[in-house]
């Protein structure tokens, strides 16, 4: 079992409408949580993190984490094309310095 | 404030040769994290690098080394490269008193051919 799963690509919305992602790990003692964009042949860029259960907002993007079910989500509303991109959910335990990153959910925001 | 930054931002070389990437921390970061991503996965951690020792090592062969300059700068040595070794590598900027937000350079793009 791979430590960090995202649900499978491509995903495409159309311009307006809310796009969830998804993201499972294995690990119970995981502590935080990060999403990341990444255009293609860019690096990764952060978009936010979450520590604690529940929701954490910041403009059009929503991260949900629900540590009992080993689960965390990205919403973004009203998607915009610049929203097109891969969207990689990383990890990290207590002590432990890397993040643990799933293979990516691919976007696309149709015009 | 300039971000990260790495070097070179391509390279291409032959099986069984060494290669040398470089990387500029953001000013105030301490600690550098090395990736590696190949075509359609996540990055893979290497190492991290914090006080000019090695803190932490991913599930990466001894071909791979790396070091950390006084300047917080570091480099990642691959020697006898392989094929597989074709990856984008990215450096992780980080400052260890808020060490959970890890900002990427724009990576080395490495072709082994």
């Known amino acids: 079992q791979k430590e960090v799963e995202q649900n499978s690509g491509p995903l495409s919305v159309p311009e307006g409408a809310i796009a969830s992602l998804n993201c499972t790990y294995s690990?119970?003692?995981?502590?935080?949580f990060f999403w990341y964009r990444q255009y293609s042949g860019k690096s990764p860029e952060l978009i936010m993190f979450i520590y604690s259960n529940g929701d954490k907002e910041d403009g059009r993007f929503t991260a949900q984490l629900n540590k009992a079910s080993q689960y965390v989500s990205l919403l973004i509303r009203d998607s915009q094309p610049s929203d097109s991109a891969t969207y990689l959910c990383?990890?990290?335990?207590?002590?432990?310095?890397?993040?643990?990153f799933g293979a990516g959910t691919t976007v696309t925001v149709r015009a | 404030d300039a971000g990260v930054t790495q070097s070179p931002t391509h390279l291409i070389k032959t099986r069984g040769q060494q290669v040398t990437l470089r990387c500029s921390p953001k000013s105030g970061h301490d600690t550098v994290s090395w990736y590696q991503q190949a075509l359609g996965q996540g990055p893979q951690f290497i190492f991290q690098y914090y006080e000019e020792e090695e803190r932490q090592r991913g599930n990466f062969p001894d071909r791979f080394s790396g070091h950390q300059f006084p300047n917080y700068s570091s480099e990642l040595n691959v020697n006898a490269l392989l094929l597989g070794d074709s990856a984008l590598y990215l450096c992780a900027s980080i400052a260890s008193t808020l060490y959970n937000e890890q900002f990427f350079g724009p990576g080395t793009r490495l072709t082994v051919l």
């Open positions: 990383a990890v990290t335990t207590l002590n432990d310095y890397k993040l643990s």
């Open positions: 690990d119970r003692g995981s502590q935080s």
